[in-house]
């Protein structure tokens, strides 16, 4: 399991009416966490190898704690489990300053090759990279 870490701070656009950060907001930490692991091992979303992208299939969120406005989070990321065409990527993001986990999730990937706009296998060099 190759872990990944990266960091996010709130900023004023992802505060709802109650203070806080907003649910929908939680996937965009996901999304910029998910780069930087993709981007740790020389990968973009566009392409993992073998001319094959990325998509996102299903999103899974556990709110744990209030985020709120400065707020520096520190988001861990790695491959949980790969078959076939899909793989899972889980998260953990903490609070750096109690160090308390705020929010956790999966998202569900499949790669997609958008020349041919086809479900593709997995390329092996990134199975290599990210996950054994």
């Known amino acids: 399991m190759k872990k990944v870490k990266s960091e996010y701070k709130i900023g ?8 806080h950060m907003g649910n929908d907001k939680a996937l965009l930490v996901f999304h910029n966490a998910r780069i930087s692991f993709l981007e740790h091992f020389g990968f973009s979303e566009a392409s993992i190898g073998d001319e094959v992208g990325i998509i996102l299939s299903e999103a899974n969120i556990k709110f744990k704690k209030e985020v709120f406005l400065h707020d520096e989070l520190e988001i861990e990321v790695w491959i949980s489990k790969m078959e076939g065409i899909r793989w899972t990527l889980t998260y953990v993001a903490t609070r750096k300053s109690d160090n308390k ?6 998202t569900l990937m ?15 060099e990134f199975i290599n990279k990210t996950f054994k």
């Open 12 to 19: 004023i656009g992802d505060i709802n009416y109650g203070g």
């Open 101 to 106: 986990e705020v929010f956790n999730g999966t």
């Open 110 to 124: 499949i790669s997609y090759n958008y020349k041919t706009r086809k479900v593709s296998p997995i390329p092996d």
